[in-house]
C-alpha cells in the first residue's frame, strides 16, 4: 500500500527512504530547508556550544544522508526535483561551513583575550 505525504492537500507518494518522516521528497527538502534556515539564524551570533554543535552535525549527516537515498532510490525524480536536492544539499554544506568558521572565530576571539590578559 503506498503511503501519501501527511502535508495537508498533498498527494504524492512517500518513497520507502522517507517512511519515518512520512512526506514526499519535495516536502522532505522544504523541511530540511527550513530547519538550516532555523539552525543558520541559531549559529549566526557565535558557535554553539560542543554538545549542541555535536547535536546540529548528526541533524546533518542524518539528513543528508537520507537525501542521498532519496536521490539514488527507485522512485523516478523529475528534473526540478532533482536540482531541489541538490541545493538543499548544498545548504547542509554551507551551514557547516558556516558553524566551522563561527567556531574559528570564537576560537581566535578567546586565543586573543587569553594573550592580552597574560601581557
Known sequence: MEL????????AVV???LVTENLCPLHF??????????????????APDDGRREEIIRYLSAAGQTL?????GNQRL?????????????????????MERAAAR???RTEAANHAAKA
Open 15 to 17: 518513497p520507502a527512504e
Open 29 to 46: 527538502t522544504v523541511s530540511v530547508e527550513q530547519k538550516c534556515a532555523d539552525l543558520r539564524r541559531e549559529t549566526v551570533g557565535g
Open 78 to 98: 523529475p528534473d526540478e526535483l532533482k536540482a531541489r536536492i541538490l541545493n538543499t544539499f548544498l545548504t547542509l554544506m554551507n551551514l557547516r561551513e558556516n
Open 68 to 72: 542521498a537515498r532519496v536521490a539514488t
Open 106 to 108: 570564537m576560537k581566535t
Open 4 to 11: 501519501a505525504c501527511r502535508i495537508a492537500g498533498c498527494k
